[in-house]
């Protein structure tokens, strides 16, 4: 039997919304890194949260990840942990930094981006290959032969999209197999937001009580937060839809960010 109208609209009023709840702890967590970093940019914030020796957020949380480590507040992080990643794998959450479609998962995570990387150059096999940053941040590549000086390859691209250069004509034209090969590995070793699976991508297990991950308590630490900040973008920039899934993500990423700042007063 179907419940009646007004038991419905109790149901509805009785679901908690924790998109307020995340983004008022996200808050208290951004004063804190800003206070304690004294560091004058978002990304220098995030990393000296991340990776500072003297980070409380570092000291404190690395040892709750630590395999063995079974108190209660180890035990309510790495749940929650689980929990997040568990309902970001049941959904396809996409959000869009710097015009690059990323998806919002610990499976594909920047944790390493280049700083201020401004180009790269290789020689090899008589060929030299050049990736550098030109007027406007794009990115122009060129493959030229060392002893005649002839261009190969030229590309000029408003942002790193290696399979647009893979697909140019003179790609297959003009470069043999093993020049090929070349281009594509020192180009994707150019990419400005190298991603990392830290669930599935072959590093040391770390065990926690419903899933397992395969990296380091510091790489875990740090694909945390970027996942945390990424999702704080989404809500800002309007890239959150009202689906119920979706939300769902903010209520284990708001139990993260309150273990945070337990371990941070």
Not at 35 to 51: G, K, P, V
């Amino acid at each position: 039997m179907a419940l009646p109208p007004h038991a419905q609209e109790w149901i509805s009023r009785a679901e908690i919304d924790y998109i307020g709840p995340f983004v008022k702890a996200w808050a208290a967590f951004n004063a804190w890194y800003r206070h304690d970093s004294a560091q004058t940019t978002e990304r220098a914030m995030l990393d000296f949260a991340i990776r500072h020796h003297n980070s409380r957020l570092r000291r404190h949380v690395l040892p709750l990840l630590a395999n063995g480590n079974g108190t209660a507040e180890a035990e309510r992080l790495k749940l929650a942990i689980c929990d997040l990643q568990q309902k970001l794998d049941a959904i396809h959450f996409e959000v869009t930094p710097k015009g690059r479609r990323e998806r919002v998962s610990l499976r594909e995570v920047c944790i390493n981006p280049p700083v201020n990387w401004q180009g790269d150059q290789q020689e090899r096999s008589g060929q030299r290959y050049v990736v550098r940053k030109v007027q406007g941040g794009q990115y122009e590549i060129t493959v030229t032969s060392i002893r005649t000086g002839q261009t190969k390859l030229t590309h000029v691209q408003a942002r790193y999209e290696p399979n647009e250069v893979y697909a140019l004509p003179e790609f297959t034209d003009n470069l043999s197999e093993a020049q090929r090969t070349t281009l594509r590995q020192f180009y994707d070793a150019c990419n400005p937001r190298p991603m990392t699976d830290l669930v599935q991508g072959g590093g040391p297990a770390l065990d926690m009580p419903t899933m397992q991950f395969q990296c380091t308590a510091e790489d875990l630490l740090a694909g945390l937060v970027e996942t945390l900040y990424a999702m704080r973008n989404a809500l800002l920039h309007g890239e959150v839809d009202p689906d119920e899934q979706v939300l769902a993500c903010y209520e284990p990423a708001y139990r993260i960010i309150t273990c945070f700042l337990s371990l941070l007063r």
